[in-house]
């Protein structure tokens, strides 16, 4: 016999106060660690997909769309830019490496970038199978591309026009899987990735099939001698470049010149605030809930007030009903966070897995331990406080008077 | 041994003050202290358990004066040295009977016996009822608990307060003769205060308040 075990005999016998106090704190503790976990997966992929990328130049347009398009390979591109002027400002001294990408093809939803192997190298991605692209209408595929696709080294698809999955525009020269590259949870992992020359291609094959037919693409080329990229994507050599370089491209060309991580940055703002009103609103459930333990609390002791004294008269002292009353609420926040911690584990995942097919790849990282830590702390002290407030009567409580008044 | 001298307390400023004869009771002695309502009979009955402490006089239980004690020393004094026995069911809800016991042994600081409790709820004709809850007993069945709650941890003193009130003759007879052979098993003091004069006739000393 201890005090925990009349502590556990009495969360037993009160079944209904019991359940709706760990529901309660389950649901406000799950929401509350959902919202951190997405904020924090949302904020990750803002950071990890920048990679290397310091400056992203494009066609004149809104920068953030340029960003979104060719950076988080989300949102259509502006139009599309010069390569051999692109090739230029790749060859300035201040640029340490300018990958060009060009795009306008999906197979099944998933975007077929034409770029240089430098690109894999920018998102610091490797082989787990196969082998790089050497020639045309070679593919490497990203991780979760290679899984959701089901294909494997040496298949052949078609790719449709577009960004959008479309089995109507359908090209006519087939694609072939020469490597998967290792997961990163980063955007390579969603992309079918081949060389410039495949894009061009691919669609050089089909003006020439058919002329006259009208595309919207963003890759069309109008001759061998110009070609067409989206955009540029460049790491420089020092961060002074990054002071002069995009003013002078903005200035001087009629191309524009976008800071990704200060695009991001603001993009990470606008939607924060919706974050931080969600975190706000899960904080006051949670508040809530304590306050319910507490009121539930605050009456339980009021209605134990005889069976509290009479211990008293058994030799315990006002620390041991102190600590009986504790363990009580402590198994209830234990239990409830556990399995907040569980529904947000299953759960959450579950929730993101309807969103997969809009952003192609699951978002989700698990929450820092240090961040769930401070969550507990956060709750158990509340839960502390909860109980500190409710046990006054056993603070204050007069033997004799309970013991008459209940004779 | 128990002992009282000018022991008066008065609960609020301008309120009555209750004074109380002085009692002296040596070793294994019983005393009946009968009074109507309102004289302050579970007034003393709570001073001499420590749960009060007098305005004025002395409490000595085994030459321990016990309003000298500090408030977690009195705690453990009360919890090991007294028990209490009263007209209410005074048992955790949420335990069994058996479990109750073995709470009470706990928080008076004492090893839990099993086979003691065994033995004291066979004596008291509970051992049939000792994995069941306290709503599921009879009144009958919850005053022999409340008996064997204040004497399991074998006390120096029984008070027991109002033991009888609520039951009819026979088992007010039986409930005093258990209380009587448990004090005297235990060696302890068995002081009744009541206002039930039924039970005059089972003890030799006796003060009306």
């Known amino acids: ?407 | 041994m128990l002992q009282t001298e000018n022991l008066t307390f008065q609960y609020k400023k301008n309120e009555t003050i209750f004074s109380f004869p002085n009692i002296t009771l040596e070793k294994q002695e019983d005393l009946l202290i009968l009074g109507k309502s309102g004289i302050g009979k579970t007034t003393l009955l709570h001073l001499l358990a420590g749960i009060l402490k007098p305005t004025s006089g002395k409490i000595t239980i085994n030459n321990v004066d016990i309003n000298k004690l500090k408030d977690h020393a009195l705690d453990a004094f009360r919890g090991k040295n007294i028990g209490l026995v009263f007209q209410k069911k005074h048992a955790i809800p949420s335990l069994n009977v058996f479990d109750n016991l073995q709470a009470r042994l706990y928080f008076s600081k004492m090893s839990i016996n099993n086979n003691k409790i065994d033995l004291l709820l066979q004596e008291l004709g509970l051992s049939h009822v000792k994995n069941s809850k306290i709503n599921s007993l009879s009144e009958g069945q919850l005053q022999r608990l409340n008996i064997a709650l204040s004497v399991i941890h074998n006390p120096q003193i029984i008070l027991a307060d109002e033991p009888t009130s609520s039951l009819d003759d026979q088992n007010c007879k039986i409930v005093i003769a258990l209380l009587k052979k448990q004090a005297q098993e235990t060696q302890a003091n068995l002081i009744v205060i009541t206002h039930d004069h039924r039970v005059k006739s089972s003890f030799q000393n006796s003060i009306t308040l």
Request: glycine share 4%; aromatic share 10%.
């Open chain 1, 1 to 407: 016999m201890n005090i925990w075990k009349i502590s556990i005999q009495n969360i037993k016998s009160k079944p209904l106060y019991t359940f709706l106090s760990i529901f309660v704190l389950t649901i406000s503790i799950a929401l509350l660690l959902g919202i951190k976990q997405l904020k924090n997966a949302f904020k990750n992929q803002i950071d990890h997909n920048l990679g290397k990328i310091d400056v992203v130049i494009g066609a004149k347009g809104s920068p953030l769309q340029l960003v979104l398009a060719s950076v988080l390979h989300l949102d259509n591109p502006t139009g599309n830019i010069s390569y051999s002027k692109a090739k230029k400002i790749a060859k300035n001294p201040m640029v340490k490496m300018a990958v060009p990408i060009s795009y306008g093809d999906n197979y099944k939803g998933y975007r077929i970038v034409g770029t240089t192997h430098n690109f894999i190298s920018l998102y610091k991605a490797e082989l787990a199978t196969g082998r790089y692209v050497k020639k045309s209408m070679e593919v490497v595929l990203g991780y979760t591309a290679a899984q959701q696709l089901q294909l494997y080294l040496g298949d052949t698809f078609l790719s449709t026009h577009g960004l959008v999955e479309n089995s109507v525009e359908e090209h006519e020269d087939e694609f072939t899987v020469v490597g998967v590259l290792k997961p990163t949870q980063k955007v390579i992992d969603r992309l079918i990735i081949t060389n410039l020359e495949s894009i061009w291609d691919a669609h050089n094959g089909d003006e020439i099939h058919d002329e006259h037919e009208e595309h919207d693409h963003y890759n069309v080329h109008h001759d061998n001698e110009d070609k067409e990229i989206t955009s540029l994507l460049i790491n420089f050599k020092t961060p002074r470049a990054l002071f002069t370089f995009p003013r002078r491209i903005n200035k001087s060309t009629n191309m524009q010149a976008v800071l990704p991580k200060y695009q991001l940055e603001k993009l990470y703002e606008y939607t924060s605030i919706g974050f931080k009103t969600m975190s706000w609103i899960a904080y006051l459930i949670l508040l809530m809930s304590c306050f319910i333990i507490f009121i539930s609390l605050y009456k339980m002791v009021k209605e134990r007030a005889f069976y509290l004294a009479i211990l008293r008269t058994y030799g315990a002292s006002n620390f041991q009903l102190i600590k009986m009353v504790m363990y009580e609420t402590l198994s209830i926040a234990f239990s409830s966070f556990v399995l907040g911690l569980l529904l947000t584990k299953i759960g959450l995942p579950h929730m993101l897995y309807f969103m997969q097919p809009i952003y192609k790849q699951s978002l989700l990282i698990g929450l820092p331990v240090l961040e769930i830590l401070q969550i507990a702390l956060l709750i158990f002290a509340t839960v502390i406080l909860s109980v500190l407030l409710a046990i006054r009567p056993i603070i204050t409580m007069n033997i004799s008077t309970i013991l008459s008044h209940e004779k």
